[in-house]
């Protein structure tokens, strides 16, 4: 059956969610920004309806999933307009600007019979799946700890580019909403829920530009009493790998594009990447595509997609114990 979509928000994001959706075999009927250069932009070779108010799209009988790529702290309100309006919502990380927002999306997934997503599409990274796999399996044996690092570059110009960005209001957050939250989704994925979280977060190298942090740490105690650390930073020299470490009882399980596994025997396995994303964006990867094909297919089936607003929680919550707002 093919879905008819609308994209809210068409800033950089949404070019990968245009793509998917063709992936998807979906049709693109719909777009929304507030923005009117912008939403004349984007998908130009495309006979689609262009509005700058999605409430303009609550009413169309032909729109049966919506893909909400706005900023973060108009995830919330937008995904609960079109819930209200029986519309299927994928929302893009994280699921709100604030815990309090959250809460509430998390409430109207649990009350609605329509499917919401949230995109931590690195769930679908073949390195990271296997990964799960084989953690799960228990045939490394139990974790022991667990480390990872987020080493980015982001100039004064990107958040000029977009002011949002640098903000509480906006944004809720700087490095660790914007670019940390997918490993820190990770490490709590791979390792298990976090109970206890304390960190740090300051405004090092971009203050005259940002109000939220662009370096941070966080420490966790996970629910089965595994302790991992996490550093992120956008000051950076370079956009470096992500690295995620975790150390078992029989080996040294590393994360850097590359899965590779290193047994206390000598042994080493090794899960390769997708090797296909290139230039600038090349870090969004290639896992995108994935999700939004599994979120479509699932449209249909019984129970909330996997990967809900429960579990979209989950990292945001563990971040807001570092930022305390």
């Not at 990271?128 to 974790?143: M, N, P, Q, T, Y």
């Not at 930073?233 to 790998?241: E, F, K, R, S």
């Amino acid at each position: 059956m093919t879905r008819r979509a609308a994209v809210i928000g068409c800033g950089d994001i949404s070019q990968l969610h245009f793509k998917s959706l063709d992936e998807a075999n979906a049709e693109l009927v719909a777009i929304c920004d507030v923005d009117p250069d912008r939403l004349a932009a984007v998908v130009p070779d495309r006979q689609v309806e262009r509005v700058s108010d999605h409430r303009q799209l609550l009413d169309r009988d032909d729109i049966d999933v919506v893909h909400i790529c706005t900023p973060h702290n108009q995830h919330v309100p937008v995904a609960l307009d079109f819930l209200a309006a029986g519309k299927h919502v994928l929302t893009e990380k994280p699921i709100a600007a604030s815990l309090e927002e959250a809460d509430e999306l998390v409430q109207a997934s649990k009350e609605t019979d329509r499917k919401v997503g949230v995109c931590f599409q690195n769930r679908y990274n073949k390195p990271f799946a296997a990964a799960k796999e084989i953690l799960d399996s228990g045939r490394l044996g139990a974790v022991l700890s667990a480390g990872a690092s987020v080493l980015w570059h982001r100039t004064p110009e990107y958040y000029r580019a977009r002011p949002w960005r640098g903000s509480r209001e906006g944004s809720g957050g700087g490095v660790l909403i914007n670019q940390a939250i997918h490993t820190i989704d990770m490490v709590q994925w791979l390792v298990g829920d976090v109970a206890e979280v304390t960190g740090s977060a300051g405004t090092y190298g971009l203050a005259d530009v940002i109000e939220v942090e662009d370096t941070a740490t966080v420490a966790m105690r996970h629910e089965n009493g595994v302790r991992s650390v996490l550093v992120a930073t956008n000051l950076n020299p370079v956009n470096a790998p992500v690295t995620i470490d975790i150390k078992t009882e029989k080996a040294l399980v590393h994360l850097a594009g590359d899965l590779t596994i290193t047994h206390d025997n000598g042994e080493v396995e090794t899960v390769a990447d997708e090797k296909v994303a290139t230039g600038a964006r090349a870090y969004w990867g290639t896992s995108h595509g994935l999700l939004v094909k599994a979120f479509h297919e699932h449209l249909d089936q019984p129970g909330p997609f996997w990967i809900d607003p429960v579990e979209g929680y989950k990292a945001l919550w563990i971040l807001k114990q570092v930022l305390g707002y």
